[in-house]
């Protein structure tokens, strides 16, 4: 009977979450036309860039659905990292771009940026998370900052193109769910999948974009499982990588790179099948 009961509350949790997601992916799509938080996509059509408000929402929602005592450090670095990104979306400028960007033009002009803004935003965020978090000194928060540091910063960088982001998600969750040491219980598995199969419509079907907001948030909770799901010797060859691919955007552009790698269908391909379907028949 308590087992019977028990799986009743976890069915209860995801039929919960699922109708919160849709309601609220309703009253964001028009919350967003009206307030006018809008903008051209890279067809030059213009949709909400506020799918991170509802990202965030769920985010919170299965933390507090799903852990007994939900962290006070993932609420502070979650939301602070996810307004770094809305500032960004909000008063944001095209140029300059990059980290190197930002800087030299800071050094080079005299005038802030709202990208400076969002990196000492998403560091100060990181420091907070860390204060209210189980990782202990040394290596293991040396590691454990760079990593919140730099997830939002690379998912930013990826989110060009439709479904980058969400592969880039599936991917870091995939290779989590191999080496990690947190075993999920089935019923926030299938949450997850829920919800990854609503952002891949939402998204995929160009009804909204992640924005700065999103990517931030998306690229925070993925650093969040990270660090608190693998060890430090992973958590620093996953940081080489955001290290590398960052170093390879300041030189060249990604979109560049997944022209030129169609076939690497977990980062590139999703997010131009209908580019590359133009390109074909043209």
């Keep these: 009977m308590a087992g019977g009961g028990k799986v009743l509350v976890e069915i209860w949790k995801i039929v919960f979450l699922t109708v919160c997601a849709l309601l609220g992916w309703y009253l964001l799509k028009h919350a967003s036309k009206n307030k006018g938080w809008m903008v051209y996509n890279y067809e030059n059509k213009s949709i909400p860039y506020t799918f991170g408000i509802l990202l965030l929402f769920l985010i919170i929602l299965m933390d507090s659905l799903w852990i007994s005592t939900p962290s006070a450090g993932l609420m502070f670095y979650l939301i602070f990292t996810w307004f770094a990104g809305w500032l960004d979306d909000r008063y944001g400028t095209p140029f300059p771009k990059g980290l190197k960007g930002h800087f030299t033009y800071f050094l080079t002009y005299g005038k802030w940026t709202t990208g400076l803004t969002k990196i000492i935003l998403i560091s100060a965020a990181a420091l907070l998370g860390l204060l209210f978090s189980e990782v202990n000194g040394g290596l293991a928060a040396i590691a454990a900052f760079s990593v919140m540091v730099l997830s939002p910063h690379v998912c930013n960088l990826l989110d060009t193109r439709p479904l980058r982001v969400w592969s880039w998600g599936l991917l870091h969750l995939s290779i989590i769910a191999v080496v990690g040491y947190y075993k999920a219980p089935l019923s926030l598995v299938l949450a997850i999948i829920i919800i990854h199969m609503l952002w891949g419509y939402i998204e995929g079907n160009k009804r909204a974009m992640l924005g700065d907001n999103g990517a ?50 977990v980062l590139g391909e ?3 099948k209908e580019e590359a379907g133009t390109k074909v028949f043209k």
């Design 270 to 272: 999703w997010g131009n």
């Design 216 to 265: 931030a948030a998306a690229g925070g909770i993925l650093a969040w499982i990270l660090v608190h799901t693998t060890s430090t010797v992973f958590q620093f060859v996953m940081i080489f990588f955001y290290v590398l691919l960052t170093g390879t955007a300041e030189k060249v552009s990604l979109n560049t790179i997944f022209e030129k790698l169609r076939k690497v269908v």
